[in-house]
């Protein structure tokens, strides 16, 4: 997404350091993990209808919305603090 607005980017550079310098500590990583969870990203957004088999669109567009939450907050994240939390080997709750 490319910005020409001056003080919006100034604002969304300063976004950028204050999620990382919260999420780069042990804690925030915690708070992290806990959000990605929440949103169910690591969980499949498509829901099956058991009796017709068919796809609940309600369901469906509902987990995305939720997903999306945590791909908003994800996207200013340095990529080591991301690996650090989405790591499988991150069992810590």
């Known amino acids: 997404m490319r910005i020409n607005n001056k003080p919006e980017n100034n604002n969304l550079k300063k976004l950028e350091q204050d999620f990382n310098q919260t999420f780069a500590t042990g ?6 993990a806990h959000i990605m969870r929440e949103c169910g990203f690591i969980e499949p957004s498509v829901t099956i ?5 068919e ?13 999306n939450v945590y ?4 996207k200013f994240i340095r990529t080591d603090i ?8 991150n069992s810590e709750d």
């Not at 804690?27 to 992290?32: E, F, N, Q």
């Open 27 to 32: 804690h925030g990583k915690r708070v992290l």
């Open 49 to 53: 209808n058991n009796q017709s088999a």
């Open 55 to 67: 796809i609940n669109l309600n369901a469906t567009l509902y987990n995305e919305a939720r997903r």
């Open 71 to 74: 791909l908003s907050i994800r």
């Open 82 to 89: 991301i690996r650090d939390v989405e790591s499988p080997l």
